[in-house]
């Protein structure tokens, strides 16, 4: 069974860096093909795709996001890490990962998702 | 960036409807057209992938059609438990992009 579970601060001050944990099971990060991306969803608002790392350790990033986003993997743990810098009130939102595979050179879906986690940003 | 226009933004229907969600890609994705539901408070869900391929488990009410950059999911005969926001997300390339969603309401 593959899941994906995230974690992190609830709450996260302006200016702050914020670092998210998706640790997942049932799938290894280094298997050919297999990637985890990162979304996020502020409230009552549409879901924004934020950056993806594949088995090989390549990294892709949100156009509007990418010189505050940095992702990595642990394959050891079976982990991904998120960081955002510079945090907003605009961030505030639920952030998902989310598993996703690249075969017939090409990417699949989104089929397995974390249950996401809130994180406010407030002074 | 790919960006994806869905339509309408939202809509009400009843229960046994025909209902049908539009999703339109500013530049040609072939195929790579994916779709998602989501309830209040939950994770999106797969339903469907590659623009017409029903994902494990998904009722069979539920198909996609379309290519290059027009796409549409319906759902046959609306059942209560699909009301919900519906999304399209292309993965032709990245950074990959969501439509605005769709809300589906009871009327």
């Known amino acids: 069974q593959v899941t994906l579970r995230e974690s992190g601060p609830a709450l996260v001050k302006p200016t702050e860096t914020l670092t998210l944990t998706c640790t997942f099971s049932g799938f ?17 608002k549409a879901l924004e795709w934020l950056a993806l790392v594949d088995w090989d350790g390549d990294k892709y990033y949100s156009t509007s996001l990418k010189t505050r986003l940095t992702v990595s993997k642990d394959t050891s743990k079976n982990q991904v890490v998120l960081t955002m810098t510079n945090m907003d009130p605009v961030d505030t939102a639920t952030y998902y990962c989310a598993r996703i595979q ?20 407030s002074s | 960036d790919i960006q994806m226009t869905q339509s309408p933004s939202s809509l009400s229907a009843y229960v046994g409807d025909r209902v049908t969600i539009t999703c ?10 994916n779709w998602y539901q989501q309830k209040p408070g939950k994770a999106p869900k797969l339903l469907v992938y590659s623009a017409s391929s029903l ?3 998904v009722p069979s009410r539920f198909s996609g059609s379309g290519s290059v950059t027009d796409f549409t999911l319906t759902i046959a005969s609306l059942q209560p438990e699909d009301f919900a926001t519906y999304y399209c997300q292309q ?17």
């Open chain 1, 28 to 44: 290894s990060l280094s298997t050919s093909g297999m990637c985890v991306s990162w979304v996020r969803q502020p409230p009552g």
């Open chain 2, 24 to 33: 339109r890609a500013s530049q040609s994705i072939n195929r790579y057209l």
């Open chain 2, 91 to 107: 993965s032709y390339t990245t950074p990959q992009t969501f439509g605005q969603g769709t809300k589906v309401e009871v009327k």
């Open chain 1, 102 to 121: 690249y075969k017939y050179e090409s990417w699949s879906a989104f089929d397995i998702w974390g249950q996401g986690t809130m994180v406010t940003v």
């Open chain 2, 55 to 57: 994902h494990s488990g």
